[in-house]
């Protein structure tokens, strides 16, 4: 399998002992699939990405790419945040250039941003600095900069959350272009049902503190897909289901917490 977690677990020591953000993660993602995580806040979505990413040390379990174990960050996995997080000094060219050209000589290096920077349709702003961008341009200059590392694996942690809904519909349509002239593999955070039935391959739904795998759903629908299909709708019913009983118990904790105190 090219990605594999096993009885992956988080936890953390506070002052009232041992906090579990989630236990017993078992997850196989094949090559060049596109896989959303779904799940309430809470739940440990970003932070499992953080893990894959080498960015958060697992307490339990084995994470694996290509049967290698993951332990710190590395070149084959690409980042995507939520916001952008783009060096404001440099200009588009350069942020994009930043993690490569030293690891490139300069004309391979160059041309491989160009390539990206044309992928994401900004080959016109090279030269602009990011402050004057827009946000969804912003976020597809984060996106080439991942992919100009040649990443196996695009890790995306709710990149779109903080875009108006029709950039955000846009940013949709792009990702998925560039992920099947890529052929990446994405591991995709979201908090929304339809971006990922839109996007997605599968769908991981996690349930509530400590975090868990409540259901993986296989998204077989023909692309591109609209909000109106009846099957797509059909499957966000679905999941809004699953996730309604997760979000129900998260409200009746916090009740119980206020009444008991």
């Not at 588009?92 to 994401?120: G, S, T």
């Not at 979201?190 to 991981?204: F, G, N, P, Q």
């Amino acid at each position: 399998m090219f990605l594999e977690l096993k009885q992956v677990g988080k936890s953390y020591e506070d002052q009232q002992g041992r906090f579990e953000v989630f236990s017993d993660i078992d997850l196989s993602i094949e090559e060049n699939q596109f896989v959303s995580i779904l799940g309430p806040s809470g739940c440990g979505k970003s932070t499992l990405l953080s893990m894959i990413a080498g960015l958060e040390k697992i307490t339990d379990g084995t994470i694996l790419l290509e049967g290698e174990e993951i332990s710190k960050p590395g070149s084959d996995r690409g980042m995507v945040f939520q916001e952008p997080s783009l060096f404001p000094w440099l200009n588009v060219k350069n942020n994009v250039l930043y993690p490569i050209k030293k690891q490139l000589p300069k004309n391979e290096a160059e041309d491989r941003v160009k390539h990206f920077l044309k992928m994401v349709h900004l080959s016109k702003f090279t030269d602009h600095y990011t402050y004057e961008l827009s946000g969804g341009m912003q976020q597809r200059v984060a996106i080439a900069r991942a992919l100009s590392m040649d990443p196996k694996v695009l890790l995306m942690d709710e990149p779109f959350g903080a875009l108006d809904e029709q950039t955000r519909d846009l940013m949709q349509d792009e990702l998925t272009k560039i992920w099947q002239e890529t052929n990446k593999t994405i591991l995709f955070v979201t908090h929304s049902i339809h971006e990922a039935i839109k996007l997605s391959d599968r769908v991981i739904v996690m349930g509530i503190r400590p975090g868990r795998i409540i259901a993986d759903i296989n998204v077989d629908l023909p692309r591109p897909r609209k909000r109106n299909n009846p099957d797509v709708v059909e499957l966000e019913t679905q999941v809004m289901d699953l996730l309604k009983v997760e979000i129900d118990k998260v409200l009746k904790e916090e009740i119980d917490y206020e009444a008991s105190n």
